[in-house]
């Protein structure tokens, strides 16, 4: 137990929970029914404990899903019988085969379908950022390529609501806006930018320095990367940007706050639809995120 005290939480909002190496790596690690449901006692108690900003609604169901699907592999069931996925539902996928952009939102969700093309994913993200939305957690689906079929993405995004309900009617505007390529994001953000860290009080606290990891054991069917860096207006849009840009396809994005440091961890594919091995293009995708954490500080 004190050993494995994070292993929920850290795979719940590091790692997608329906990959079946994730899955298999959290029973392992537990082994039995019993630990898991006790690591799970355990997870709760201890964010209720480290405070409210530790226990939201999003990271509660992200771990209540991580557990059911390892409750179901250490009692003796097949891990493919535990890799369902909830994005796209049946309503989003209608509207993916319709071929039509669509931008829906309640609550603390953004489901967005739009025409598959690099960099659309990053744009949704920019948008959200514009608007003062800190985004959660994301999921992003791509259809396989059809010959004679326009290519149809799709992406939802949790976002963090505290004190107020969110007006999504010009968040939705300016997201059909950016989708046609005729909003611009990067003045718009770069003000932002200049207001935000005017007001801002400074803070004691030196963040890390930017890294950039790859953890080759963390998926079988997408390449894992793990962003960390200070946090800031419009960080979670230039990554997602300069990914497209090195050739890479977002297939699944889970975005966490420490502190002042951001973690966002990135299931991506090259645009040949396969993993990202080797090497001088890693290095190249590392490059490219870097420059991109610097230029959005500068």
């Not at 894992?224 to 396809?249: F, K, P, W």
Request: charged letters at 25%.
């Amino acid at each position: 137990m004190v050993e494995h005290h994070l292993l929920l939480p850290d795979a719940a909002v590091r790692r997608d929970v329906s990959d079946p190496v994730t899955i298999r790596s959290v029973a392992d690690a537990a082994g039995t029914y019993e630990v898991v449901e006790l690591l799970h006692a355990l997870t709760i108690a201890d964010s209720l404990a480290t405070g409210t900003a530790a226990w939201g609604g999003w990271k509660e169901e992200l771990v209540a899903d991580l557990v059911e699907r390892v409750k179901h592999v250490v009692v003796g069931g097949d891990v493919a019988d535990a890799t369902w996925t909830l994005f796209p539902d049946a309503e989003t996928l209608e509207v993916m085969a319709r071929g039509a952009t669509a931008v829906s939102a309640s609550g603390e969700r953004l489901t967005a379908v739009y025409v598959d093309s690099p960099g659309a994913f990053s744009r949704i993200a920019g948008v959200l950022s514009l608007h003062g939305l800190d985004v959660v957690t994301a999921r992003a689906h791509s259809d396989e390529p059809q010959l004679g079929r326009v290519s149809m993405g799709s992406a939802e995004f949790r976002v963090d609501v505290r004190d107020e309900a969110v007006d999504w009617k010009p968040v939705r505007r300016d997201l059909l806006r950016a989708m046609q390529g005729q909003l611009a994001l990067e003045p718009r953000l770069a003000e932002r930018a200049r207001t935000y860290r005017r007001r801002r009080p400074t803070q004691a606290a030196k963040p890390a320095a930017p890294s950039v990891t790859f953890h080759d054991d963390a998926s079988s069917n997408a390449t894992v990367m793990e962003v960390r860096c200070a946090t800031q207006i419009g960080i979670l849009y230039r990554i997602a940007r300069a990914i497209a840009s090195i050739g890479l396809d977002i297939r699944h994005a889970n975005v966490q706050t420490v502190g002042l440091d951001v973690v966002d961890t990135f299931y991506v594919r090259n645009w040949s639809d396969e993993l990202v091995t080797d090497r001088a293009h890693r290095k190249e995708i590392e490059r490219a995120i870097l420059f991109a954490i610097s230029q959005a500080s500068s």
